[in-house]
């Protein structure tokens, strides 16, 4: 494993997890109330993708096994959707609450966050596919991803499933999934949210920005 040095963007990243974890523990300091503390276990979860990605680059990509990368993606997509999932938790929000404004841009920050989070994972995982196999598969790979993301994301708001339930309740998950094939709302939250990051992800990837 090599040892790197943080960078500037790491610590970025890392400052930006800090204040989107700030904004619910100083709105329960100024409302005496637990609401959207819930954004606080989000986050913890769309770090994790990114932390598997950071590991991930570590790694001595030229003499790491395929096997050994293969089931270090596998471990990384089950946490992937909870990246982009905080864009959903805008559904918490509550117009007529006192706190309405500040609720929304706490609710911007930590979905901004997630999201990026999770992009910055996958452009890591797509350099490390193209250096380990070549980029027409890491190409292919990374639109798989943008579909598999968008049907987590799905799971989990609409079937309110949790990464962990591919382990603890994969009947339940398999007979709910293809059962929610013959709902439209199943293709349109898919399809959105594959096309928003495969949008964002070109961004980043034109912009030559070194994940």
Same mark, same amino acid.
């Given at each position: 494993? =090599? %040892? ?25 300091? =100024? ?8 954004? =606080? ?25 395929? @096997? ?11 946490? =992937? ?15 007529? @609450? ?13 979905? @901004? ?15 490390? %596919? ?22 987590? %994301? ?25 059962? @929610? ?31």
């Amino acid at each position: 494993m =090599l %040892i790197k040095p943080i960078t500037n963007l790491q610590r970025t990243v890392l400052l930006l997890v800090v204040f989107s974890a700030f904004l619910p523990l100083l709105r329960v300091q =100024l409302t005496q109330s637990l609401n959207y503390t819930f954004l =606080l276990w989000n986050m913890f979860l769309a770090v994790i993708p990114l932390m598997f990605a950071e590991y991930a680059k570590r790694l001595d990509i030229t003499k790491t096994k395929k @096997s050994h990368l293969i089931i270090l993606i596998f471990a990384w997509l089950f946490f =992937l959707p909870n990246a982009p999932y905080i864009i959903t938790d805008f559904i918490h929000f509550k117009p007529e @609450s006192k706190m309405a404004w500040f609720d929304l841009f706490m609710l911007f920050v930590n979905a @901004s966050t997630g999201t990026l989070l999770g992009l910055f994972s996958i452009v890591s995982f797509y350099n490390i %596919i193209c250096v380990k196999w070549n980029k027409k598969v890491a190409k292919n790979f990374s639109i798989m991803v943008f579909f598999l993301c968008g049907y987590g %994301i799905y799971l989990g708001r609409f079937l309110r499933f949790n990464s962990w339930d591919v382990l603890f309740s994969p009947l339940d998950l398999v007979k709910k999934s293809i059962l @929610s094939f013959q709902e439209s709302t199943t293709w349109y939250v898919t399809f959105g949210f594959a096309f928003l990051l495969w949008i964002l992800f070109s961004v980043i990837k034109r912009s030559e920005i070194n994940i």
